[in-house]
């Protein structure tokens, strides 16, 4: 019984010495590898750059210079109005604090993908809308991305007007009293 515990206690070793020399892999990478994108990544970058959309990016990383020469390597800098790449113990939403004061852009004027949950509801209380994307943005993760972010420019124009026409009548609330 005992070599069965200690056989399953090795494959168990092995599984996990496995599992961290896979994130040690991705997560300390050298400044000398040639990174690569998602295969339809650069692609939708370059188009939304044509239509002249603003992009920026928001990472966080535990080795951040890495994560920005490969941003240089990969020909994409002068791609983004703004680069907010910081350590590990930064929130996404101080990058975009960052990135509206930099840029002025509004948080409902922002569309964002991201492979964490936990920054999809933060960043979305913003009001950002935002994407979860588990293998990069992909055309029909921007598809996704360009129809929730239209539901969301229409719903909050529709209360923009709701509100301007309230605020033109001061009234309007006395009339609901009244009826």
């Known amino acids: 019984m005992e070599s069965i515990a200690t056989a399953s206690r090795e494959m168990g ?5 496995n599992d961290a020399l ?6 300390c990478r050298s ?3 040639m990174p690569s994108l998602y295969p339809q990544a650069k692609g939708i970058l370059y188009a939304l750059k044509e239509k002249g959309i603003d992009m920026a990016i928001a990472s966080r990383s535990p080795t951040s210079d890495i994560a920005k020469t490969f ?12 680069q907010e790449i910081f350590s590990s113990w930064t929130h996404k939403t101080d990058h975009f604090q960052r990135i509206h004061t930099r840029t002025g852009i509004p948080f409902n004027s922002i569309l964002f993908f991201d492979d964490e949950d936990r920054n999809i ?5 913003m009001g950002v809308t935002s994407i979860l994307v588990d293998n990069g943005v ?12 239209s539901q969301n420019a229409s719903r ?24």
Do not use: C, H
């Open 13 to 17: 070793d092995e599984q996990v010495k």
């Open 156 to 179: 909050s124009e529709k209360n923009k007007q709701r509100w301007l026409k309230y605020s033109q009548n001061p009234n309007s609330s006395k009339k609901k009293d009244e009826d």
């Open 31 to 33: 400044k000398r590898e």
């Open 121 to 125: 509801q933060s960043v979305s209380k």
């Open 138 to 149: 992909n055309l029909g993760a921007l598809r996704q991305g360009l129809t929730e972010f």
């Open 71 to 82: 941003i240089d390597k990969l020909s994409l800098k002068p791609m983004f109005v703004a």
């Open 22 to 27: 896979q994130i040690i892999g991705i997560e």
